[in-house]
């Protein structure tokens, strides 16, 4: 495609259930990130890959959180048991190379809210 | 760990004038990366501009350029001949070993 698609842009979860949420990178992108951005505030990093390796889940709050790139290409982030402070915007972003300097490119997000 | 603060939440700018949005941030690393990105409403984010740590030259893409200060860690954007289409939320952001810190935003209004 020609930029970072993600679905579902919105979702509804009751707490305590489970939610999983997909990105498709640009075609051919080596990297790839996961963001939550809270309502105000700033993308805080989760976790990243290059390729099918996960080289840095720091940023994963809890381990509810789960992700995972198995053939390099689409990514699914996964939530269980959903809590109210998991409400937020998760972004997808991927690029091209690797390295700091590579230009990220975000796909819409999902809007994800838990009651 | 890297740490980015956008000290100012709102800024305000007539079409065609000059604004600067202010960045500062703090790492214990010697090679790093700095960007803005741009947030429109409801819209994707997008790379306005990226300096590269060990340039001592200001980036420039067209309207936008920076003022990177490194001792003083401060990395400006600044817009000038503002359009109302630069109307946005604009972060300030690092990238050291992979990880990318992002500012919490400065939202931009143009007024015509």
């Known amino acids: 495609g020609a930029g970072v698609s993600q679905s579902p842009r919105y979702k509804v979860a009751k707490r305590g259930q489970d939610v999983a949420l997909r990105c498709d990178p640009i075609?051919?992108?080596?990297?790839l990130f996961w963001y939550q951005q809270a309502l105000g505030q700033g993308p805080e990093f989760l976790t990243y890959?290059?390729?099918?390796?996960?080289?840095?889940k720091s940023g994963l709050p809890s381990d509810r959180f789960f992700a995972e790139r198995p053939e390099g290409s689409v990514s699914t982030l996964k939530i269980q048991r959903t809590q109210q402070e998991d409400s937020a915007v998760y972004l997808c972003?991927?690029?091209?190379?690797?390295?700091?300097?590579?230009?990220?490119?975000f796909g819409p997000g999902t809007r994800l809210l838990v009651l | 760990a890297q740490t980015v603060t956008q000290s100012q939440p709102e800024m305000s700018v007539q079409e065609a004038e000059t604004v600067t949005l202010s960045c500062t941030y703090d790492?214990?690393?010697?090679?790093?990366?700095l960007f803005w990105y741009k947030q429109p409403p409801s819209r994707q984010m997008i790379l306005v501009i990226r300096?590269?740590?060990?340039?001592?030259q200001n980036a420039t893409e067209n309207r936008f350029s920076v003022n990177f200060q490194k001792a003083a860690k401060s990395f400006s954007l600044k817009i000038s001949d503002s359009q109302l289409g630069d109307a946005a939320m604009y972060f300030c952001?690092?990238?050291?070993?992979?990880?990318?810190?992002f500012g919490d935003g400065t939202t931009l209004t143009v007024k015509p």
């Open positions: 972003a991927s690029t091209q190379a690797l390295g700091d300097q590579e230009t990220q490119y």
């Open positions: 075609s051919g992108h080596v990297s």
């Open positions: 890959f290059q390729n099918e390796a996960q080289l840095d």
């Open positions: 790492t214990s690393e010697s090679d790093y990366y």
């Open positions: 300096q590269e740590a060990y340039k001592q």
């Open positions: 952001a690092t990238a050291v070993a992979g990880k990318s810190t």
